[in-house]
């Protein structure tokens, strides 16, 4: 079976449903830009004497394809990507990442995945912070281009694109800080899935709080892999490497996006204060509910400072170095470092808020220790 293939903006799509849950969330708005924007990485091969090409480029700029010219198959590069740019929803298969909570038991998880061999077909293996599995509730197709010469047309560049579908095995990459990224199962598979991971589930998030990243991907053997609007094109799907790779940071960008909507929340939780200080000239607030209020921000400093532990380059690119360059190639295209310094900036403002209720706190204890000073010498005078 044979059909012409174009691709959507798959990263806009996403639904309010909170899957797993039967509960609705409203649809939060985008922290990065390449939800929204046509964005192209093209990827770092891992192959022995092979150039690595690293070109970023937004599609519908003037001279964006002048600028990638100089890779082998410019051509067949540019007509794919005008052919990917229209396939209907759900043609592609899914890559998702669900932010489910702070961490997994992940002994015990693995226990119970190898004891889903029989009914699942799953092989797991500890990947370091990660578990790996193939996890397979039901046959599962991949789109596969096959690029052939245009022995018809006047112009001898030209290429015919044609697809066909080919089984794959649906995966997953657990993390230990409470992210999973799935590889291949369609949506009623991912939620009976998430289901049974949570008793494994250590701190749930809250049901409106379940962040999730939603990508697409196909097969296409004759070009370099790339990601263009949330469409990953791979090479093979033999091996679990190079997905491994982009899973660590699909993973990390899921779990960054719960905090920053966390900041993002406590920010506009305290918005008032410095409001009212600035009118009124002091905190309208008890001690306790300042002492409350001061533990609320410190606690989320701590949780930023862990989140930006989760988010440093994972251990495992120290054994399997070829991969880092893969690995930094889907953090650069989730905008990872900019988050992350817009989200330090957000949290330095806290922590200013913290350092401010800290000293008006201790200037309302020094005034209550005047006061008790100043009644004790008016007792003893009198």
Same mark, same amino acid.
């Given at each position: 079976? *044979? ?68 890779? $082998?198959? %410019? ?7 005008? $052919? ?12 998702? !990442?669900? %932010? ?15 004891? *889903? ?5 799953? !092989?797991? +293996? ?15 197709? %991949?789109? !596969? ?12 560049? &030209?290429?015919?694109?044609? /697809? &066909?579908?080919?089984?794959? +095995? ?20 991912? +939620? ?23 990508? /697409? ?8 892999? $790339? ?8 090479? @093979? @799907? +033999? ?7 982009? &899973?660590? !940071?699909?993973?990390?960008? @899921? ?13 506009? %939780? ?5 409001? *009212? ?23 989320? $400093? ?16 120290? &054994? ?63």
């Amino acid at each position: 079976m *044979r059909r012409e293939i174009v691709v959507p903006p798959s990263g806009m799509h996403r639904t309010g449903e909170v899957v797993g849950r039967s509960t609705q969330r409203s649809i939060k708005p985008a922290f990065r830009t390449t939800k929204t924007s046509q964005k192209l990485k093209i990827l770092p091969e891992d192959e022995e004497g092979g150039p690595s090409t690293d070109v970023e480029e937004y599609l519908g700029l003037t001279g964006v394809y002048d600028q990638i010219e100089h890779m $082998r198959g %410019a051509q067949d590069l540019r007509n794919e990507i005008n $052919r990917l740019k229209n396939l209907p929803p759900g043609s592609l298969p899914r890559v998702t !990442a669900y %932010a489910t909570a702070s961490s997994y038991t992940m002994t015990q998880l693995f226990k119970w995945i190898q004891s *889903r061999k029989a009914q699942n077909d799953t !092989a797991p +293996k500890l990947l370091d912070e990660c578990i790996y599995s193939p996890f397979v509730y039901g046959p599962s197709e %991949a789109i !596969a281009i096959n690029m052939e010469e245009n022995l018809i047309d006047d112009e001898p560049q &030209s290429t015919a694109f044609q /697809e &066909s579908y080919i089984p794959i +095995k649906s995966e997953v990459f657990i993390f230990d800080y409470g992210v999973v990224v799935i590889w291949g199962m369609d949506e009623r598979h991912e +939620k009976e899935f998430l289901q049974e991971l949570e008793p494994f589930e250590v701190e749930k998030v809250d049901e409106g709080d379940i962040e999730t990243e939603e990508l /697409e991907f196909y097969i296409n053997s004759k070009a370099q892999s $790339r990601i263009y609007n949330d469409v990953i094109s791979l090479r @093979t @799907t +033999k091996g679990h490497m190079a997905k491994l790779a982009i &899973s660590h !940071a699909i993973a990390q960008a @899921t779990k960054l996006s719960l905090y920053e909507g966390l900041v993002d929340e406590t920010i506009e %939780a305290t918005r008032h204060i410095p409001q *009212r200080m600035a009118e009124s000239g002091t905190v309208e607030m008890t001690r306790k509910g300042l002492i409350k209020k001061i533990g609320q921000l410190f606690i989320m $400093r701590v949780n930023v400072n862990l989140v930006s532990n989760i988010l440093d380059t994972p251990e495992i690119f120290w &054994s399997e170095p070829t991969l880092q360059p893969l690995y930094m190639a889907i953090r650069e295209y989730l905008e990872i470092p900019q988050r992350v310094e817009i989200m330090n900036h957000r949290v330095s403002v806290i922590s200013d808020l913290l350092d401010m209720l800290n000293g008006h706190l201790n200037g309302m204890h020094g005034e209550f220790l005047e006061w008790i000073v100043i009644i004790l010498i008016g007792k003893f005078e009198i």
